[in-house]
């Protein structure tokens, strides 16, 4: 144990227990000896508290709320967007780029901090931080709360488990937020002083694996509920979002999940197989999942039982200013919050919609057709090309009506042409029904089409804005919009549920359940279809290892559907190269639905193993060494 002194430097957002007066009586950046900080667990607490506010909101930390959208399922064409870089092959770019939520500074930071990997060493400004500087203050941060767990000489027992259980999940959390976008990365155990000395491990199943050891420890340290205990009862009523038993299981079986990924698996070598997976680590992941499930069984979680209780996960009559917080949903585990709601409601809601609508000047990112298209299916629970082939029946898929018999989950979260957007008597006539037609019998675009602040590819998004008295409400200036505050939901009970189904039909095939819980991936998939009123998988796609695998992803990519996953997801997977996943594409039609074309927007440069991981900035790499750059940076 070292005796640090540190400066504190006190946020308190959303997962705030009590005030700032309450944890720590000093002025902020005051400087104090750590046994004055671990004395108590209101002051212990307290520290742990900035931890919490290093988790980034992908939604509010770039440009707008949709600048988190990086893979094939949104396109924009500002060229300071990160997703725009992202499509050129400029993935170097969140270098020097502010406008992205991976960015190493942060422009609204009052300390000193160029994100280094020696940014470790130092105590920082106040401000919330983006991805990189966020990842490593968290980091160093968890380090000193274990470094000094002798000095918490004034805490129960179970005080102290907590405080711990907490620092050990976040420096995990930190360390796989990093991991996900530039792969491989040291297991940070230490506060270091002076001279830094880390090696990169050799592998990303290495540094998974090191990492698992915090996410055991939390696990063993945490509660499964803080209303349940005794510190828990100062705060009753505000525990919600705080970290339990059953995030740091979650989190724990996806650490394990994306090292059996095929990318990670053949660890950037050649011959990469989409389908193959370290089956080890997914059993692993298989056992991690299973146990947040049981909770589900013991009531501590629930999953929205159909589409009109998924309002209360994605967004509800603003009772609560934050989704997934009124009593009745249970399905959020962990989140990030965005802060003020004044302040980053504009970002968070009113840019996915056109400018008459959204009355804001930022550009929209538009839903992609061929993300559409490849993953939202039909109702008879197929993929249109599957659908299409007629190997599964007579086909339900009209291309000159593409609109009809899709899954409920497209209309329920996706604005195509015509949709009703609200009648109130004050809505513009233009704007009371979706016009994303790209011509008319003039030749001109719809109202809502082809221009810098509408669609570019005849889709908007439908799934984050409220529907109250029959409007859609996403206007800045709306007093219903303002009521919301920005969030990322990191992990969600249907999160763990696909998770669990990919990592076990890996291990153990699709009909098989493990030892650990009762369901198999294929039950687990139709629970998804029972849900959503569309038919099960087929039992010949269910018998097809390979396509089952295929169905896992789509079903994730329909769930999941903007929340995220995406990038991260077809990177791992090893197929963001492919055509089907780099290809942008619109679909263009008349105004009387005469004809429907699908058009490409952009040709992705994405080449295998460059444009899966993100570089690491020189100095990172030039500095310590044996740390090298990511591969073709």
């Given at each position: 144990?070292?005796?640090f002194k540190i400066k504190i430097v006190l946020f308190l957002g959303l997962?705030?227990?009590?005030?700032?007066?309450?944890?720590?009586?000093?002025?902020?950046?005051?400087?104090?000896?750590?046994?004055?900080?671990?004395?108590?667990?209101?002051?212990?607490?307290?520290?742990?508290?900035?931890?919490?506010?290093?988790?980034?909101?992908?939604?509010?930390?770039?440009?707008?709320?949709?600048?988190?959208?990086?893979?094939?399922?949104?396109?924009?064409?500002?060229?300071?967007?990160?997703?725009?870089?992202?499509?050129?092959?400029?993935?170097?770019?969140?270098?020097?780029?502010?406008?992205?939520?991976?960015?190493?500074?942060?422009?609204?930071?009052?300390?000193?901090?160029?994100?280094?990997?020696?940014?470790?060493?130092?105590?920082?400004?106040?401000?919330?931080?983006?991805?990189?500087?966020?990842?490593?203050?968290?980091?160093?941060?968890?380090?000193?709360?274990?470094?000094?767990?002798?000095?918490?000489?004034?805490?129960?027992?179970?005080?102290?488990?907590?405080?711990?259980?907490?620092?050990?999940?976040?420096?995990?959390?930190?360390?796989?937020?990093?991991?996900?976008?530039?792969?491989?990365?040291?297991?940070?155990?230490?506060?270091?002083?002076?001279?830094?000395?880390?090696?990169?491990?050799?592998?990303?199943?290495?540094?998974a694996l090191s990492i698992n050891e915090d996410y055991k420890k939390a696990?063993?340290?945490?509660?499964?509920?803080?209303?349940?205990?005794?510190?828990?009862?100062?705060?009753?009523?505000?525990?919600?979002?705080?970290?339990?038993?059953?995030?740091?299981?979650?989190?724990?079986?996806?650490?394990?999940?994306?090292?059996?990924?095929?990318?990670?698996?053949?660890?950037?070598?050649?011959?990469?197989?989409?389908?193959?997976?370290?089956?080890?680590?997914?059993?692993?992941?298989?056992?991690?999942?299973?146990?947040?499930?049981?909770?589900?069984?013991?009531?501590?979680?629930?999953?929205?039982?159909?589409?009109?209780?998924?309002?209360?996960?994605?967004?509800?009559?603003?009772?609560?200013?934050?989704?997934?917080?009124?009593?009745?949903?249970?399905?959020?585990?962990?989140?990030?919050?965005?802060?003020?709601?004044?302040?980053?409601?504009?970002?968070?809601?009113?840019?996915?919609?056109?400018?008459?609508?959204?009355?804001?000047?930022?550009?929209?990112?538009?839903?992609?057709?061929?993300?559409?298209?490849?993953?939202?299916?039909?109702?008879?629970?197929?993929?249109?090309?599957?659908?299409?082939?007629?190997?599964?029946?007579?086909?339900?898929?009209?291309?000159?009506?593409?609109?009809?018999?899709?899954?409920?989950?497209?209309?329920?979260?996706?604005?195509?042409?015509?949709?009703?957007?609200?009648?109130?008597?004050?809505?513009?006539?233009?704007?009371?029904?979706?016009?994303?037609?790209?011509?008319?019998?003039?030749?001109?675009?719809?109202?809502?089409?082809?221009?810098?602040?509408?669609?570019?590819?005849?889709?908007?998004?439908?799934?984050?804005?409220?529907?109250?008295?029959?409007?859609?409400?996403?206007?800045?200036?709306?007093?219903?919009?303002?009521?919301?505050?920005?969030?990322?939901?990191?992990?969600?009970?249907?999160?763990?549920?696909?998770?669990?189904?990919?990592?076990?039909?890996?291990?153990?095939?699709?009909?098989?359940?493990?030892?650990?819980?009762s369901m198999t991936a294929e039950q687990v998939i139709n629970k998804f279809?029972?849900?959503?009123?569309?038919?099960?998988?087929?039992?010949?796609?269910?018998?097809?290892?390979?396509?089952?695998?295929?169905?896992?992803?789509?079903?994730?990519?329909?769930?999941?559907?903007?929340?995220?996953?995406?990038?991260?997801?077809?990177?791992?997977?090893?197929?963001?190269?492919?055509?089907?996943?780099?290809?942008?594409?619109?679909?263009?039609?008349?105004?009387?639905?005469?004809?429907?074309?699908?058009?490409?927007?952009?040709?992705?440069?994405?080449?295998?193993?460059?444009?899966?991981?993100?570089?690491?900035?020189?100095?990172?790499?030039?500095?310590?060494?044996?740390?090298?750059?990511?591969?073709?940076?």
């Amino acid at each position: 144990m070292k005796n640090f002194k540190i400066k504190i430097v006190l946020f308190l957002g959303l997962f705030s227990m009590v005030s700032c007066e309450d944890y720590l009586d000093i002025a902020p950046e005051a400087e104090i000896e750590a046994a004055d900080v671990f004395g108590t667990f209101e002051t212990s607490q307290g520290f742990v508290e900035e931890m919490y506010n290093f988790v980034v909101d992908y939604g509010t930390n770039g440009w707008s709320f949709q600048d988190y959208i990086l893979g094939d399922d949104g396109y924009n064409t500002q060229s300071f967007k990160y997703s725009t870089q992202i499509d050129r092959g400029e993935l170097n770019r969140w270098i020097g780029g502010s406008l992205n939520y991976l960015h190493q500074n942060n422009r609204f930071q009052t300390g000193a901090n160029n994100g280094t990997l020696g940014s470790t060493n130092e105590e920082q400004g106040r401000g919330r931080p983006k991805m990189w500087n966020a990842s490593m203050r968290g980091i160093r941060k968890a380090n000193v709360v274990i470094a000094n767990e002798d000095l918490m000489v004034g805490l129960t027992q179970d005080e102290k488990n907590v405080i711990l259980g907490q620092a050990y999940f976040f420096r995990a959390f930190f360390h796989n937020e990093i991991m996900k976008f530039w792969g491989r990365f040291p297991h940070i155990q230490e506060v270091f002083v002076g001279t830094i000395d880390v090696q990169r491990p050799e592998t990303y199943k290495e540094a998974a694996l090191s990492i698992n050891e915090d996410y055991k420890k939390a696990i063993e340290l945490l509660p499964v509920n803080w209303d349940n205990e005794a510190y828990g009862q100062r705060t009753l009523g505000n525990n919600a979002g705080r970290l339990t038993k059953g995030a740091a299981y979650a989190f724990q079986g996806k650490n394990l999940l994306f090292a059996a990924s095929p990318l990670m698996y053949f660890n950037n070598q050649p011959g990469i197989d989409t389908y193959t997976y370290d089956t080890q680590l997914a059993a692993m992941a298989v056992d991690a999942f299973a146990e947040v499930l049981k909770l589900e069984q013991s009531g501590e979680y629930s999953l929205a039982q159909n589409m009109d209780d998924y309002k209360k996960v994605l967004w509800e009559t603003p009772t609560n200013t934050w989704p997934g917080l009124v009593p009745e949903a249970k399905e959020l585990i962990f989140a990030g919050s965005a802060g003020s709601h004044v302040g980053s409601t504009l970002s968070f809601m009113a840019t996915g919609m056109p400018r008459p609508i959204a009355s804001t000047g930022t550009q929209c990112t538009s839903a992609t057709h061929n993300y559409i298209h490849n993953n939202f299916g039909m109702a008879n629970g197929l993929s249109i090309e599957d659908d299409l082939s007629g190997a599964y029946g007579t086909p339900t898929y009209n291309p000159n009506r593409p609109f009809d018999n899709r899954d409920p989950r497209f209309y329920a979260w996706i604005f195509v042409d015509r949709d009703v957007l609200g009648t109130r008597a004050g809505i513009p006539a233009v704007n009371r029904t979706m016009k994303l037609y790209s011509t008319d019998a003039n030749g001109n675009s719809g109202a809502h089409r082809d221009r810098n602040n509408y669609s570019w590819t005849g889709y908007m998004f439908k799934k984050f804005y409220p529907e109250i008295d029959g409007q859609y409400h996403s206007q800045s200036g709306n007093n219903i919009i303002r009521r919301f505050t920005g969030m990322r939901m990191h992990m969600r009970l249907t999160d763990v549920y696909l998770m669990y189904a990919e990592a076990l039909h890996v291990a153990n095939g699709a009909t098989t359940a493990p030892s650990s819980f009762s369901m198999t991936a294929e039950q687990v998939i139709n629970k998804f279809r029972d849900r959503a009123g569309i038919s099960h998988v087929h039992p010949s796609i269910v018998s097809d290892s390979n396509k089952f695998l295929d169905e896992i992803r789509r079903e994730r990519a329909v769930e999941l559907s903007y929340e995220g996953h995406r990038w991260v997801d077809i990177r791992r997977w090893g197929v963001a190269h492919e055509d089907k996943y780099r290809i942008k594409t619109k679909l263009n039609f008349d105004q009387n639905w005469t004809f429907f074309e699908e058009a490409e927007l952009v040709d992705r440069v994405c080449e295998y193993p460059k444009h899966y991981w993100m570089p690491f900035e020189a100095n990172q790499t030039q500095f310590y060494q044996g740390f090298p750059q990511n591969p073709g940076w």
